[in-house]
T-cell receptor, first 113, second 115 residues
Framework: QKEVEQNSGPLSVPEGAIASLNCTYSDRGSQSFFWYRQYSGKSPELIMF????GDKEDGRFTAQLNKASQYVSLLIRDSQPSDSATYLCAVNPPNTGGFKTIFGAGTRLFVKA | SAVISQKPSRDICQRGTSLTIQCQVDSQVTMMFWYRQQPGQSLTLIAT?????????ESGFVIDKFPISRPNLTFSTLTVSNMSPEDSSIYLC????????????FGDGTRLSIL
């Protein structure tokens, strides 16, 4: 089992819709969770982080964490074509001392105009 | 967050040669990391660059192939040695402030192609 699993996609949504990206992780003791956006040919850019169960909202983005289910998600409201990118879920598992980050393979998102 | 500069941004190299990639940060940082991202793949951690001591390498990566220097808290280099086409990849440095469970921030990356 991979430490961080994501559906590779592509996920295609129409402009203005909600895009829902999902991620599961294997180490139940993980404490910190991140979402990065990576445009083609660019480096990953941090867009959200979450540490506690529940929802965290920042503009059009909402991160959701359910530690009991070992599940993290990212919702993008009012999706725009500029949101088309690969979204990487990342986790700092405790067996790395809390400093190393394990990345999922990423989900490719296409927002159709 | 810190501004991270990587050089070169891209290069095309002959097999058997070596290339050194530089990572410069505009502020002192505790933790610096080097990643590889092969085409269509996610990020794989190569090593943690430790200031004043040898880097800590992940399984599958060795110092002879990927020597790393970290002379101070703002600078690190990664050398890709004796390159082969399988080393064609994007190489990324990242930093954190050293506090537990903080996110990493990435440089722009070095796109390396080996002929």
């Amino acid at each position: 089992q991979k430490e961080v699993e994501q559906n590779s996609g592509p996920l295609s949504v129409p402009e203005g819709a909600i895009a829902s990206l999902n991620c599961t992780y294997s180490d139940r003791g993980s404490q910190s969770f991140f979402w990065y956006r990576q445009y083609s040919g660019k480096s990953p850019e941090l867009i959200m982080f979450i540490y506690s169960n529940g929802d965290k909202e920042d503009g059009r983005f909402t991160a959701q964490l359910n530690k009991a289910s070992q599940y993290v998600s990212l919702l993008i409201r009012d999706s725009q074509p500029s949101d088309s990118a690969t979204y990487l879920c990342a986790v700092n598992p405790p067996n790395t001392g809390g400093f190393k980050t394990i990345f999922g393979a990423g989900t490719r998102l296409f927002v159709k105009a | 967050s810190a501004v991270i500069s990587q050089k070169p941004s891209r290069d095309i190299c002959q097999r058997g040669t070596s290339l050194t990639i530089q990572c410069q940060v505009d502020s002192q940082v505790t933790m610096m990391f080097w990643y590889r991202q092969q085409p269509g793949q996610s990020l794989t951690l190569i090593a943690t660059a430790n200031q004043g001591s040898e880097a800590t390498y992940e399984s599958g990566f060795v110092i002879d192939k990927f020597p790393i220097s970290r002379p101070n808290l703002t600078f690190s280099t990664l050398t890709v040695s004796n390159m082969s086409p399988e080393d064609s990849s994007i190489y990324l440095c990242s930093v954190t402030d050293g506090t537990l469970n903080q996110p990493q921030h990435f440089g722009d990356g070095t796109r390396l192609s080996i002929l």
